[in-house]
């Protein structure tokens, strides 16, 4: 019986893979034998959602690191050389004016540009944290494959070098979108890595140096369920579980949690801005973090939607009714109304109209704007796919609002274009397409 490890720090990761059909294949293999690597606080909930005859969990520690550790990982994100990292250094001067901690990042910007140098910390990196507290699971169960489910999580680095210390072959995934010009160099280059389309597999070229013939392209397994129309609530029963009327539209309106704006009130301005058009709205409260609409009562046209909220990414769980329930919001409304998040990405999956809020509640330095978030790599080339609508000033939010509900073929291309960048064919097959090709690479060795 071979073994497959597959990481799950980040509980998203729930539902990213282990709620999809990949996950469903492998577990099916009565000669396959998984172990889900997760933080300690999570392994009870995740032996009781996940755990099987065949299906282990094992909690390990997930410290923040400190001391070298702490200083290694920041140079490996300051030696990411995109757009992003020099509007985050920007906006962090903005905030402590430390003018040399300003100066050495960008310092080790520019040799982060050169890929000789990245290798070479990679290597030494890699030298110093090499994953060794992990050994004695790999002696435990000696895998065969070790599935890293987010090659740019730390922990999921380190035991992904403790694999290809102990010769365990390593396949890892991209998770999200904008991973690869945000987060840090890729730290670990596995033997192989997934990703959901096609821009992200350029970017991991790119940016973490990953060969072209070392990449596979999945799509995003998550939304086979999103996509399948037979999963849906129907609408009279979804409008009215959470309070709307069913024979009316409305919109989906998702704002910023206060872990990027703080003390910028911008979602009640949006409120106000909506509550004129008269049309429903449906405020969804983020996963992580508050917003400013904690404690305020609803204006007379929307309703809060409140899905549960975690402290952190990585105690974050969205089980597969709260997913359900997601993608029912998504795919119910008229149009939604966001901001600098993944939420863009969720409603191109449906093709459904897009506001980006581009706008404060009050003039702000630019650090602490809203405005720093769509200067990011992967939101301008959302802006610049012509595939939303950016509003600078509640005004123009109202009428774009009408423009969409007037008609919503607008933007369609744009929207394509978003979908083909990011969200690969969307055939409804991505979940089995990443399950048959790590079972052809365990089957292969």
């Known amino acids: ?35 889900i690597i997760v933080p300690e606080s999570r392994t009870v909930a995740m032996k009781k959602e996940f755990g099987g005859e065949n299906v282990f969990i094992e909690g390990v520690p997930n410290p923040p690191p400190k001391g070298l550790g702490r200083f290694l990982w920041v140079l490996a994100t300051n030696l990411l050389a995109t757009r992003t990292r ?4 920007r906006a962090k001067f903005e905030y402590d004016k430390n003018l040399f901690d300003y100066l050495a990042s960008r310092l080790v910007g520019f040799i982060g540009r050169f890929r000789a140098l990245r290798r070479l910390f990679r290597l030494l990196y890699g030298l110093f944290d090499s994953g060794s507290e992990f050994d004695n699971l790999f002696k435990r169960y000696q895998p065969s494959l070790l599935f890293g489910t987010d090659v740019y999580e730390l922990a999921d680095v380190r035991i992904m070098r403790a694999a290809r210390r102990l010769g365990v072959t390593t396949i890892g995934m991209v998770r999200s979108w904008d991973n690869p010009t945000s987060k840090t160099i890729l730290n670990f280059i596995p033997d192989h890595v997934v990703v959901n389309a096609e821009r992200i597999r350029a970017e991991a070229i790119e940016y973490g140096d990953v060969p072209a013939n070392r990449i596979s392209i999945s799509g995003v397994p998550h939304y086979d369920c999103y996509l399948d129309t037979s999963l849906r ?29 703080q003390h910028d009130p911008v979602a009640p301005v949006v409120l ?23 404690g305020m009562i609803p204006p007379p046209n929307a309703v809060f939607d409140m899905p549960s909220n975690s402290p952190d990414f990585v105690d974050v769980h969205l089980d597969r009714a ?11 409304s008229a149009l939604v109304i966001t901001w600098a998040s993944t939420m863009v990405i969720d409603a191109a999956a449906f093709d459904k109209p897009i ?53 919503s073929t607008l933007d369609k291309i744009g929207r394509e274009k978003i979908r083909q960048d990011y969200c690969g064919d969307l055939d409804g097959h991505d979940g089995e397409r990443l399950g048959k090709f790590l079972l052809e690479r365990l089957d292969a060795l």
Request: aromatic share 10%; charged share 25%; net charge positive.
């Open 86 to 89: 020099e509007v985050q250094r």
């Open 322 to 332: 709260a997913d359900r329930h997601l993608a029912d919001s998504i795919y119910h």
């Open 233 to 261: 609530t129907p609408r009279d029963e979804f409008c009215r579980r959470v309070g709307l009327d069913p024979a009316k539209p409305f919109m989906l309106f998702t704002p910023p949690a206060d872990t990027y704006l």
């Open 1 to 35: 019986m071979k073994t497959v490890f597959i990481t799950c720090i980040r509980g998203i990761i729930s539902r990213n893979i282990l709620s999809t059909a990949a996950f469903e294949l492998l577990a099916s293999r009565n000669d396959l034998r998984l172990v």
């Open 355 to 407: 506001i980006l809020v581009g706008f404060d509640a009050s003039p702000r330095p630019y650090g602490r704007s809203i405005q720093q978030y769509y200067d990011y790599d992967h939101q301008r080339a959302i802006i610049e796919s012509r595939g939303v609508r950016f509003a600078r000033t509640p005004e123009e939010l109202s009428r774009m609002a009408k423009l969409y509900l007037d008609d």
């Open 272 to 294: 106000k801005a909506l509550e004129t058009s008269r049309i429903q709205v449906l405020v969804r409260m983020p996963l992580v973090g508050k917003t400013e609409l904690a």
